[in-house]
T-cell receptor, first 114, second 110 residues
Framework: AQTIHQWPVAEIKAVGSPLSLGCTIKGKSSPNLYWYWQATGGTLQQLFY??????VESVVQLNLSASRPKDDQFILSTEKLLLSHSGFYLC?????????????FGEGSKLTVL | QQKVQQSPESLTVSEGAMASLNCTFS??????FRWYRQHSAKGLEVLVSIFSDGEKEEGRFTAHLNRANLHVSLHIREPQPSDSAVYLC??????????FGKGTSLTVIP
């Protein structure tokens, strides 16, 4: 069975500090991968997607970057956090073809920037 | 860009009563519509997917799609307190971009 794991579960960081959030998918080969951000009380907003290793497409610019160093790994990062980066970050995967558009989400990472 | 709006923002129903949630979208050419549920600060779980006009049932969850009216709804039969969560409508065409509504917060009281 496929599993998706996000880390860390929660982080409290200072403004201006770096950030790295990770996501690993097991049990699926070559999934499409996505990063979403949700401000408290806000809409789930797609940030990035990737359909293959080494290629990442940006959907919304929030002074964040994403990388896909391995087929099963997706990393979200920034060198300098802003207060506006606070929120809930979700990683998701889907497959092309059958049932295209079904997203499977991880449990999320809660980020508080002070 | 697809715009997805949900109503009501919040809904309280008694256990066992039908709960009805609404979602409107701006681009009728989209062909994938889903309802997800999110418990507090958790990941999302898919409830029902619908791809053509009409009705789709998954257990106690039924989605109705009317593409001409740019509307998709979710009906929850015999809701239980454990169904209390935020319900999100999602629309996409293809794999690149998925658009979500802001959600309806459902509270089911015993």
């Amino acid at each position: 069975a496929q599993t998706i794991h996000q880390w860390p579960v929660a982080e409290i960081k200072a403004v201006g500090s770096p950030l790295s959030l990770g996501c690993t998918i097991k049990g699926k080969s070559s999934p499409n991968l996505y990063w979403y951000w949700q401000a408290t009380g806000g809409t789930l907003q797609q940030l990035f997607y990737s359909i293959t290793v080494g290629q990442v497409e940006s959907v919304v610019q929030l002074n964040l970057s994403a990388s896909r160093p391995k087929d099963d790994q997706f990393i979200l990062s920034t060198e300098k956090l802003l207060l506006s980066h606070s929120g809930f970050y979700l990683c998701a995967w889907s497959l092309l073809g059958v049932n295209t558009g079904q997203l499977y989400f991880g449990e999320g990472s809660k980020l508080t920037v002070l | 860009q697809q715009k997805v709006q949900q109503s009501p923002e919040s809904l309280t129903v008694s256990e066992g009563a039908m709960a009805s949630l609404n979602c409107t979208f701006s681009d009728g050419t989209s062909n994938n519509f889903r309802w997800y549920r999110q418990h507090s600060a958790k990941g999302l779980e898919v409830l029902v997917s619908i791809f053509s006009d009409g009705e789709k049932e998954e257990g106690r969850f039924t989605a109705h799609l009317n593409r001409a009216n740019l509307h998709v709804s979710l009906h929850i039969r015999e809701p239980q307190p454990s169904d209390s969560a935020v319900y999100l409508c999602a629309v996409n065409t293809g794999y690149q971009n998925f658009y979500f509504g802001k959600g309806t917060s459902l509270t089911v009281i015993p």
